[in-house]
């Protein structure tokens, strides 16, 4: 048996001993029916039965006759009439669907990854700096039937509409406001912008949310961007440093304040308390020094003479003139070598 | 009996063709113009089930929904004599699908015509305004006007213009350049300006610390002179107060507190013998 036999077509299994065809009107039925209408009449059933439709909980039905909008109907199991009477479409109007701008997801993840577009991403701020925004938005189906019906490739009307929205914005505001603190309002104001226009284009799409996921300088510029937030940190530094030294040295200062005046409170205390002391002390003496003038004078001349004299050297002078001499060399040994020569 | 299935067969077919020809559905997308024998003879923008006759009249299938026209980017110059890279997209429809039938026949024709009629409305538009207003301040009314004119340009083809919007509006990669430059100076700026705002602030800070110490020390010595010179008259007075009772008793005790004080022995004394404390020593004053 060659390769071009077996290529042939198997006519030869229907051969001549093969028992014939089954043909309808040969069974023998319990009852007489011709069996075309049998067919017909199944044909009729299935093609009947086609207009069962079911309506899944994430979908709205929109039933077409002859190709007009006749209902919209909810999630559960319904009948529309058989094709081509009755059409329906199934759009998913729960589902949240994303759009972006500026980079593409190209692998789900996790990790996900992402590719950048730099040609999106990149746009002129209203004080002509450049920018490198990433934003996303996320949309859903408001109404089926203009979703349907109204645009033409409704996702690549959104990606326009937000690109061209993302765009207006960012080029309505400076650069340090799209890159600090304008966010939040930068992705109000798109989302009302996209809103607007798939409004105006009647789409039956709703825009839920657009997300700013990167708001940064082009790479050509990244370094002085850098420069500028720890210029930032070093002013914060400086400052923090320059109250530092205040903190330290208020509080010391204080300290020597207080010890200052503390010193000069002792030292009026004591002055004071020791005149006080020493008054008193003389008021005494001296109220009883009036009593015995005389006698308490030479007593008080001579205990005084008694303590001072027996430490020191003492010479008595001869009287009137003759010089120096030494009569009475009281004290230690030896006279002062002035007086000795003599 | 086979016989009559082939009539049944036959006329099942005549029936298809002939419902197929006279009957057609308008969908909610669409919109049709019906010609016979090439002759514009109705327009139905309505959807539904439709009759014409067969075999004479032939239709025409228009998109009825919102189409978009995407341009590529264009170089535009602007009235400050930049060149700015326009990308921009519209939204279109046909209104008037004999009339788009008898002037552009499809929509890549139609495509074509918008391309002249946008871009050269977008360039005049554009070449009116200074670059930053297009950016910045005048866009929406920009767009708005521009749409305006290019509208009243395309409902002579059928077409209504319902948007068209500048999609990026970038700058040509040598101008690019020269922004980046002028934002690293400017950011160079901002961050020097961080910096000696830090040094100014520290300064302040400092300088006014050493001021409150200076001003705080200086309080300090002034109260406590004031104190020390209360302490002074205080006892001068108590002093005064007491030995203004007898000044001679006083000057007779305080000279020999000071003697007690001043003579140590390392003093040496000369003492007369007529002195007070020797005139018992005298010898003619004992016979």
Redesign the interface.
Known sequence: MDWDELKKPRRFTRGPDAPPPISL?QIKLPFKLPG?WVLIVIALIIWALSGIYLVRPDQKGVV?R????NRVTDPGPHYHLPA?FETVHKPKVTEVKRVEVGFRTIFQGPPARYQDRP??S?????D???VEVDVIGQYRISDP?KF??????SE??VH??L??AI??VI??RG?DEALTTGKEQIEEDTRLLVQA?LD????GLQMVVVKLQDVV??N??IA??V??A???E??????N???G??NS??PE??G??AE??N???A??????L???G???R??N??EE??KAKDVT?KR???E??E???P?????????QGGG?LPILPLGRGAA?PLLGGN | MNKRYVILIAVAVVLFIGVNATFFTVGEPDQVVVTALGKPVRVIQESGLYLKIPFIQQITRFDRRLLEYDASPRAIITKDKKTLRVDNYAKWRIVDPLLFLQTVRTEAGAQARLDDIIYSELRVDLARKDLIEIVATDRSELMELVRVRTDAKARTLGIEITDVRIKRADLPEQNEAAVFGRMKAERERIARQFRSEGKEEALKIRSNTDRERTIMLADAYEKDQTLRGEGDADSVRVYAEAFERDPEFFDFLRTLEAYRKSLDNKTTILLPPQSEFLHHLNMSEIE
């Open positions: 009107p075309i077409l002859f190709g007009r909008i081509p040609t999106e990149l746009m002129l701020t209203g002509e700096n450049i039937a349907l019906f109204a645009v033409k490739d690549g009307t326009n509409a690109e061209a765009r207006e080029g309505s650069i226009m105006r284009y009647n789409s300088p082009p050509e510029v002085s961007f420069d500028v720890s210029a930032r070093d002013r914060d530094r400086l400052i440093e320059a109250e030294y205040e040295v208020i200062t204080r020597e304040v200052i005046l010193l000069a409170a030292y009026r205390a004591e002055k004071v020791i005149a006080q020493d008054a008193q003389f008021k003496i001296l020094y009036v004078r008080l001349y001579l005084t003479m303590q001072i004299l430490g020191i050297e003492k010479f008595i002078l001869p009287e120096v002062p």
